[in-house]
């Protein structure tokens, strides 16, 4: 597959909604592939322990970071093995892992925040591993550990606080994997895609014509594509400008028609 995403959560149900619709055709179809591991199996202790109280005192509890140490090191186990496969010539080859090492995403408020231009730079690369912390976090001697055998990302998908990384994993998973070539079944919606030139997109309208009294915008059926071009700009730059001045202080690209449409 072009791709490879495990996650590591303990609560892998959470993550089951991502094998329907897109992104599960396309594990279907092998352009990508998806791999959910349950934290807890890496754990063996009577009660699969993986939690514990802070060092410093404190409210909540901490993941413990044996049980992290071991889940991570299945994957890139995994990994190596996956690097050993069929030559093209049939024979069974060990072939290096593709691409450098494996890129670990961290979900935590403390991360950098996600955005479109950071969903293309993911869906470049070739080995994606989520690690779903819960509780307060996770101790801090994994992360730093991670660091030697990862390329390693902490990300926030937001400023608030989740109880745990699993949401935003999969928001993180939809946003990358719908732009790998072939997930999404019709490519033009992605380069007419807003987020693409850093404009919201436009409003959009479908049948009936005239809906509870209120009408499609003329120009809209009008047949004059130049003109509907011009009048879509315009409604993506006055939305942005409406809704989200920050994403146009970003452009330094606007015409003179755009300039006028922002009057
Ligand atoms: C790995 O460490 C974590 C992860 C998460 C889950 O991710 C998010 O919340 C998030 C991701 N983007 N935006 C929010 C939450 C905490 C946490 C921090 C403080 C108090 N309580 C919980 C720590």
Same mark, same amino acid.
């Given at each position: 597959?072009?791709?490879s ?7 892998? !149900?959470?993550l ?11 594990? #279907?179809?092998?352009q ?18 993986? #939690? ?60 950098? /925040? ?9 869906a470049?690369?070739d ?7 819960r ?6 001697? /994994? ?15 937001? #400023? ?9 994993s ?21 380069? !007419? ?14 049948? %009936? ?7 499609v915008? !003329? ?25 989200? %001045? ?10 003179? #028609? ?6």
């Open positions: 597959p072009q791709m995403i495990d996650v590591v959560s303990i609560f892998p !149900e959470y089951a909604g991502l094998q329907l619709s897109l992104i599960g055709k396309a594990v #279907d179809r092998g990508l592939s998806l791999a959910v591991h349950d934290l807890r199996d890496f754990t063996f202790d009577r009660h699969n322990t993986v #939690d514990d109280s802070p060092y410093g005192g404190g409210a909540g509890m901490v993941m413990k970071a044996e049980p992290w140490a071991l889940a991570l090191e299945h994957i890139l186990a995994e990994r190596g093995s996956a690097a050993v496969g069929e030559g093209a010539d049939g024979a069974r080859t060990a072939g290096r892992a593709a691409g450098g090492k494996p890129t670990l995403i961290v979900p935590s408020p403390a991360g950098q /925040v996600f955005d479109q231009r950071i969903a293309e730079d993911l470049a690369r080995h994606l591993v989520f690690a779903c912390g509780y307060e976090g996770i101790d801090q001697r /994994v992360i730093d550990w991670a660091g030697e055998h990862f390329d390693l990302l902490p990300m926030s998908i937001g #400023d608030y606080v989740l109880n745990g990384g699993e949401v935003a999969m928001a993180m998973i939809e946003a990358v994997s719908r732009l790998i070539p072939g997930v999404i079944g019709n490519p033009e919606s992605l380069t !007419e895609e807003s987020h693409e030139d850093g404009l919201l997109e436009y409003p959009i309208y479908t049948k %009936p014509a005239s809906w509870r009294g209120r009408e915008p !003329e120009i809209l059926l009008s047949g004059n594509h130049a003109a509907i071009a011009r009048w879509r700009r315009d409604r993506r730059l006055e939305r942005t400008a409406d809704v989200r %001045p920050d994403l146009l202080e970003k452009l330094d690209d606007l015409s003179k #028609d755009d300039l006028a449409a922002l009057e």
